[in-house]
């Protein structure tokens, strides 16, 4: 039994059919006599003023203690170095290092030397150690699965993100929160990213078809499926006209829109120019400098935030005042005060089945950018929607390792049905059924204890009466609390039962729909029950914090993080801050040398080679890709054809055809309400997926073996330009042990480079199974391997296939897409015309074959990304080398020394004598405690 849903209104005392039980809402006891309910409240003693009485009245008061409202700040970090107490003492010594260097600059002196000038801008960089990009997280799931609310409790801060009555939220749009902006004042910020005229001009045309193609292009041949969702489009469409163009009188209303459009129903080019016009209206009369199309805001405090920001999201226009969310692309919200915005972006998403394609456009886009996705669904149902497993089988790959389902509203339902349903569904119930038992017995413990109380408070009032019922009750106080403790756990021992139950069930169903047994991810989360904590409500039926999971949610979100930010300290000691301290050393005791250009010629040969390298690495890299990509996915169309062809066939026999034509019309991804999305051109192009697999993963493999060997021979050319250095005289007097530990320090800033290469490449190209990027902060799957094998905007095969389709859809032709006049006439038999293009389609030759162009488009994409990445590591191994060759230059004096350097040299190299032994401790205890978290 994997739905467990049963409303409910009170629940039992016990497993009996007895007549006591809990009102739940104000935690009573309820005696049934006679058919009647007659809640047992506790006996005051009487009014009658006397000190005996009013002493028995204390006693009874006090019982119950809501408690403080729960901080999440109060939660100890994870188990990480990233998150270790010393780092704060690490961190300031070597930052403090930085700024006594640049109090030295400031105060020893004017010196306006080129060189000088050099290492204050070098410093300032240095000021403070740079954080990490924050990992984005991406949320996915439909209306009221609790997205909003979880969103809330993750950061810890209630009513960030509203639901709102209406259902209607900021997640009609892509919705980012993170970390302050760099220049934010208040609390909350908001800048709301709109889409572009032409995007804009897209939207508004789908929705006027969307609205006539309902209304005035019916056709006979639609699916009841296909029926509803033309009719919920062209609502759609008619409320977006009235929330974006309410100042004008012909959109007043739903009414007056229905009938202003119907009345251009002859002309609706002009009818979408004219909407266009009012859009552009709206867009460049916002007060904004420059960015027609940005929109920013701040707000102090919750009620400024969402008065403020409200607006720019509100679903419907309000006093006149236009509903801008239709034209909105993004927002990102900066929050101060937040945990885990500090290390983490979230960005609430629309669903990828919204009904307007620039809408799910816009999330696949967005989906690109993001580290990680989570798929939030109501626990009541996370199995039996079959879109979370969908969604999950789909992305799984892509985010492997960062992808997960939250079950909402593990509290909901948690009565004696759900009991059974867990029962009949082979659940171990034993702990929960004992803790009932424990209730049940308590709680008759507690009626004799009453009836005792009743008994011996019949009596006058007395010091002997207040003696012998004094300890009558304090037991009672002590059997209360052990019973409002037992059904506690026995709430949350069903709660976790459940959950147990449904990840199970989760497992159980995508062992079926993925070709690997998957590390499956799963929380289970409470966001009511949290909400409670935060206001410091409960009762007897209230899960404590842990029991709600968001703590184990937030620190596990918070692990994730911790990699990137200590990587980025290591970067900065190890790398920047050691070259810049080294730098200075060696600048201080220059000294000048016969030979200095022959010298500075040695420094330079290694960087010589970094353009050549760069070259060899990418032409052979090219012509691998052509070979694996282009060429074989040429050599393969006609066979790739032949299966295609042979599914689309299939489909011919087994479906119905107004099915048939209904996937034709909607680019052969369609589904029902009996059957999930499916795509054809996924399915056609499945063969060719698995034979490219091998292929992808060759080029991968190469790829990960020459970056690693064009890093391994740059830096044996450092070290063995050091030597060379060494072998000549001039070279005696100076330095070269310090010139040493600074090449050092280079050769991690070189390793840093591949690294930042590679990981960027395995964003965009790897496979997961092929990736081996060590300390990698971001292994999943490429974004280019999913435009190569899924059917969405940006697919190669997609591209490939859509003019064939549109030729389906043109054949009956509509108000605004003429029937083209090289068509065959209308009439019976469009299917089967359609199905025989579609088959002629599939079967062209090379070049025009779909397969072949798809493999054109995707060898093109990856030798353009592969050339991007490559020049990004180009650039940042020229300023290494750079930087090495500056450093030397500085250490060898030209022969007539710049007398205005001579105090600030003085100065330093004393600082510096004092600061290395601060600055190698720090070091030392770096690695210190990261020994400490080496399992």
């Not at 609390?187 to 078809?209: F, N, T």
């Not at 609706?268 to 007060?287: F, N, S, V």
């Not at 353009?611 to 282009?630: R, T």
């Amino acid at each position: 039994m994997d739905s467990l849903f049963i409303p409910h209104k009170r629940k039992k005392v016990d497993d009996d059919d007895d007549d006591e039980y809990i009102d739940v809402e104000h935690d009573k006891k309820i005696k049934i006599e006679d058919g009647k309910e007659i809640k047992i409240e506790d006996d005051d003693d009487e009014k009658d003023g006397s000190e005996v009485a009013d002493g028995d009245d204390e006693l009874m008061e006090g019982d119950g203690d809501d408690g403080l409202p729960y901080d999440g700040s109060m939660e100890q970090f994870p188990k990480h170095a990233a998150f270790d107490p010393e780092l704060a003492d690490i961190k300031n010594a070597l930052t403090s290092t930085v700024k006594e260097v640049l109090a030295i600059f400031r105060s020893a002196g004017q010196c306006d030397s080129d060189r000088m000038e050099s290492f204050k801008r070098r410093a300032a960089a240095l000021e403070s150690i740079p954080k990490p990009p924050p990992l984005k997280i991406a949320f996915l799931g439909g209306a009221g699965e609790g997205k909003s609310s979880l969103l809330n409790a993750l950061v810890d801060i209630p009513g960030l993100a509203r639901s709102g009555a209406t259902g209607n939220t900021c997640t009609c749009v892509a919705t980012e929160y993170g970390a302050a902006f760099p220049h934010q004042k208040k609390k909350y910020a908001a800048k709301v990213q709109y889409y572009d005229l032409d995007a804009v001009r897209e939207l508004l045309s789908e929705h006027v078809i969307s609205y006539f193609g309902y209304w005035y292009e019916f056709d006979s041949s639609w699916t009841d499926d296909e029926r509803f969702e033309m009719q919920l489009k062209a609502v759609t469409a008619v409320k977006t006209f009235v929330a974006l163009f309410c100042r004008e009188s012909s959109f007043k209303s739903e009414e007056a829109a229905e009938k202003f459009l119907d009345a251009h129903k002859a002309s609706p080019d002009d009818l979408i120019i004219r909407m266009y016009g009012w859009a552009q209206e709206l867009l460049t009369a916002k007060p904004e400098e420059g960015e027609p199309s940005m929109d920013y805001c701040e707000a102090a405090d919750d009620k400024e935030y969402h008065r403020t920001i409200g607006p720019l999201l509100s679903p419907v226009a309000q006093d006149k005042t236009p509903a801008l969310w239709p034209l909105v692309k993004q927002v990102t919200i900066g929050v101060k005060e937040s945990r885990v915005l500090k290390f983490l972006t979230i960005a609430d998403l629309p669903g990828i089945t919204d009904t307007n394609q620039v809408k799910v456009n816009a999330t696949h886009d967005h989906l690109r950018t993001c580290d990680g996705l989570w798929l939030v669904a109501k626990i009541t149902r996370a199995i039996e929607d079959t879109t979370v497993s969908a969604m999950y089988a789909r992305y799984e790959e892509r985010f492997r390792g960062r992808i997960g389902i939250i079950c909402t509203q593990t509290d909901a339902n948690a009565d004696r049905d759900l009991v059974r349903g867990l029962e009949e569904a082979k659940v171990d119930m034993k702990a929960y059924n004992k803790l009932r038992q424990q209730v049940k017995s308590t709680g008759g413990e507690i009626s004799q204890l009453k009836g005792k109380i009743r008994s011996r408070m019949s009596a006058q009032a007395s010091k002997e009466r207040t003696r012998k019922v004094k300890p009558l009750k304090a037991e009672l106080s002590r059997l209360e609390l052990k019973r409002n403790t037992l059904q506690q756990s026995s709430f949350a021992t069903l709660v976790s039962a459940r959950s147990e139950h449904v990840i199970g069930g989760l497992k159980r169903e995508l062992a079926g729909r993925l070709e690997h047994k998957p590390e499956l991810l799963v929380f289970c989360v409470s966001n009511k029950h949290y909400a409670n904590l935060k206001e410091g409500e409960g009762g007897v039926d209230q899960l404590k914090p842990n029991e709600t999971g968001i703590p184990g949610l937030r620190s596990y979100v918070l692990s994730l993080a911790a990699p990137g930010e200590l990587q980025a300290l290591e970067d900065y000691a190890k790398h920047h801050l050691t070259v810049f301290l080294k730098s200075i050393e060696l600048w201080v005791i220059s000294r000048h040398v016969e030979g200095k250009d022959e010298l500075l010629e040695i420094v330079g040969e290694p960087h010589a080679t970094v353009n050549a390298k760069i070259k060899i690495y990418l032409d052979d890299f090219q012509d691998l890709v052509q070979g694996q990509i282009h060429n074989q996915g040429a050599r393969l169309a006609s066979k790739h054809a032949e299966q295609a062809v042979a599914i689309f066939e299939k489909k011919r026999r087994e479906k119905h055809g107004a099915t048939i034509k209904a996937f034709m019309r909607k680019s052969g991804k369609y589904k029902t309400s009996s059957c999930p999305q499916e795509s054809w051109n996924e399915q056609f192009l499945d063969t060719a997926t698995r034979s490219m697999k091998p292929r992808w993963n060759k080029i991968n493999k190469w790829q990960a073996e020459s970056t690693q060997k064009m890093q391994k021979e740059l830096i044996e050319q450092v070290w063995d330009m050091l030597d060379a250095l060494q072998e000549r005289k001039p070279t005696k007097v100076l330095d070269m042990d310090n010139f040493a530990q600074m090449l050092k320090g280079e050769e991690t800033g070189i390793a840093n480079a591949f690294r930042d290469h590679n990981i960027k490449y395995a964003h965009e190209m790897r496979f997961v199974s092929s990736l081996n990027v060590e300390n990698a902060t971001n292994n999943n799957d490429s974004n280019l391997k999913l435009d190569c094998t899924q059917d969405r905007h940006t697919g190669f095969f997609y591209q490939a296939m859509e003019p064939a389709y549109a030729d389906c859809r043109a054949d009956s032709g509509t108000l605004l897409s003429p029937r083209p006049a090289s068509l065959p006439c209308p009439g019976p038999g469009t299917t089967a015309r359609c199905s025989d293009l579609l088959t002629k389609h599939l079967n062209k030759k090379p070049p025009e074959s779909p397969f072949a162009q798809a493999a054109s488009m995707a060898t093109a994409s990856i030798i353009d990304n592969a050339q991007t990445q490559a020049n990004g590591l180009q650039d940042t191994l020229d300023a290494i080398f750079e930087d090495i060759y500056n450093h030397f230059d500085g250490m060898v004096d030209s022969e007539v020394a710049n007398a205005g350097e001579q105090p600030m040299k003085k100065v330093l190299k004393e600082y510096v004598n004092e600061a290395k032994p601060k600055f190698e401790k720090a070091l030392a205890d770096l690695e210190r405690v990261k020994e400490k978290y080496v399992a």
